[in-house]
Each structure stands twice: as C-alpha cells, then as structure tokens.
C-alpha cells in the first residue's frame, strides 16, 4: 500500500520536477542569450511548450527586454524586440499575472510600436491590474483628443485601452470610451467602443452628467453627453437634472467666441426641449429664471419658443405669471401700434402655452387678449385656450 501511495505521488511531482527544469534551462538560455533574436528564439520555445507556471519566466524576459532595449539598434533587432514583447504581454495577459503589471505597462511607455502598446494595455486588463486603470484611461483620452497624427496606430492604441477598460469594467472608464465611440475613429475602434460602453455600466447618467458639468470638456463633448441622456432608458429625475443642468450652464457667463456661444444655444434648446417634456423637478423656482432668460434674450425665435413651451408643461402658478406677463406686454404693443414683425407669431405660441397649462390662473390673461383689437384668429384661439381650462 504505501509502494502504491509513493507511486502516485512521484505521478503528480516528477512532471512539475521536470517543468522546473525545463524553466530552468530554458531561463539559463535566455540569460545566455547573445542578441535579441536569440532572446526571442527561447521565448518562443517556452511558449510552444505551454510550459506550467512560466509566468514568473516571461516576467523575468520582459522585465530583461524593457532594460536593454534602449541599447537595441538596428531596425531589424527592433522588430525581434517588438515581436518578443507581444509574446510576452499576451502570455502574462492571458494567465492574470498581476505580479508583472508594472512592466506590462513600462512597455506600453518604452516601446513605440503601437501593437506593443495595444496588447500591453489589453493585458493590463485582462489580468485586472486594477492601480492602472487611470493610466490607460488617459491613454485612451490623450489619443482621442490628439486625433489621428498616424491613424492607423493612434487606431490600435485606442482598441487595446478601450478593450482593456472593458475587461476592468469599471464605470470611471464610461466617459473616455464613450467619448471614443464618437471620435474621429474608424468604424471597427467604434464599435469596440460601443460594445464596451453596456458592460462599463449600466446606466451612465452619472456619468454623463459629471461631463456635462466639468469644465475640462468641450461643449461638443457636453452636447453629445446631453443627447445620449436623452435618448437613454435612464429615469426620467435622471433626464430634468441633466435638462436644468444644461440649462443652466447655458447661460454661465458670456464669450466673444462664436462657436461656443453657437453651442451653447444648442445646449439651451436641448434642454429647453427635454424640460417641456420631464419638467424641472424639485429645480423649478430657479430654473424658471433661466426660462425667462431664454425667452427674452435668446438669439432666435426657435429658443424663443422652446421657452413657453417648457413654462407650458410646468403650469405652475408661477410659471402661467411669466406666460401672462409677455402676454400683457405684447397686449400693450398692440394698442400702441407698435407690434414688431415677430409679435404675432409670438402671441400665438403664448395663447396656445398658457391655455395648455390648465391652470385657472391663466384665465385674465387669456381674457386681456379677448378685450382688445386683435384679429379674429386669435381671438378664437384665445377662446378656445380659456374653454380648455
């Protein structure tokens, strides 16, 4: 009996006896080695042999490789570096050998060829090297801002940090791949990115919404957060903060620059939009200032118009005063003689809005516009709006 009990235990040892001597051998080769290529050749010979626990071998290569190749020159011995680190990085990915993070990420900085630094950032998230999520988040956020210097590597950068960021799924990665699902990148790196972007979360409204917020992005970046929340199956208290959010920083400060101001009413309409839908919330006592503001200083007629349409859906008291107030002013032009091109159209949009509201205190207004000399179109649709009360 014990005959038998040593025999299976020497069944089970003798292989991993051997494989040590295999690593053995094969990291004396290594360590012997004279060029890169001869480097390379052992690597190779560990991998095809699927050797047990080599990772503490292609740690140790990698590690060899990072420190002396700033002495490898020639262009072919670079290409044996390139393909020697490949090997490596994917070995250590694919085996979650945490223990080499740093070096993996060492040559996504060292090496500069770009298949190098894409399967190091892969491997990075592979192994779940959590500390360097931030690292490969602002890789990803430096290659999509830079734009496409060379595209076809600035390409496979980003597929291997939005891969990694995948595998880490955590939602701080949300943004930054977001973001690349609508940049400048061909259409396989966007799908990537928009396949990775469910698994990074769930529902990003939070997420979105901190980019709406933060100054460090651009108003396009703003825009396309603001659009992806409002086309999401986020809560609808999800859409009114991210709607009286942008409305408010619509209208922060003033810029002689064109284009952000051009922006920034998009941004307004947007929200304008999405308020006349979900409402303000809990926020309508200071958004209904903001409402003012793009009823009485918008650069067109289309905000104009947004504006009494979200007073429309708020229908509080406070709201039918504002819609009564324009109302009244318009009134008064019209006893003066003194209506500008616009005012009728405007009258129109305010009858219809504060008749929507359903709120009886829009009822002296509606009757203020029966009292005077209006045609008989609109004194029609302001009967027809104090009927709806």
Known sequence: MKRLIIIALLSFSVPALFADEELDFYTEQFNNAGTVFEQL???????????????????????????????????QEK?????????LVQQLGKDGYIEAGQSVWNAVKTFSNALVKSESLIALGRMNAENFIPHVTQVLVDTTTRGPINRTSGERIAYGAITALANYKDPSGYIPVFFAANSWYKAW????????????????????????????????????????????????????????????????????????????VQLRKIALDM????????????????????????????????????????????????LGVYIIEINEKKVRGALAAQDERHIRALIAGIGNTHNQAAKPYLQAVLAINWTNQIQKLAQQALNNL
């Open 41 to 75: 050749g052992a690597v190779k010979t560990v991998v095809s042999q699927n050797l047990a626990d080599a990772d503490s071998f292609y740690a140790m290569a990698l590690s060899r490789l990072l420190s002396g190749y700033p002495n490898v020159k020639s262009t």
């Open 79 to 87: 290409q044996a570096a390139d393909d020697m680190a490949i090997l």
């Open 189 to 264: 790196v966007k799908k990537a990115a928009n396949d990775a972007l469910p698994i990074l979360s769930e529902d990003p409204a939070e997420q979105l919404m901190a980019a709406i917020k933060d100054a460090a992005y651009t108003y396009d970046q703003k825009l396309l957060a603001l659009r992806a929340i409002e086309r999401s199956d986020t809560s609808d208290e999800n859409k009114i903060k991210a709607a009286t959010t942008a409305l408010t920083l619509g209208w922060a400060g003033a810029s002689v620059n064109s284009d952000i101001r051009s922006k920034r």
């Open 275 to 322: 308020i006349s839908t979900y409402g303000a919330g809990d926020d309508e006592a200071s958004i209904l200032n903001y409402l003012n503001w793009s009823y009485r200083y918008a650069d067109d007629d289309e905000e104009r118009l947004a504006a009494v349409s979200a007073f429309s859906k708020l229908a509080s008291d406070e709201a039918v005063k504002y």
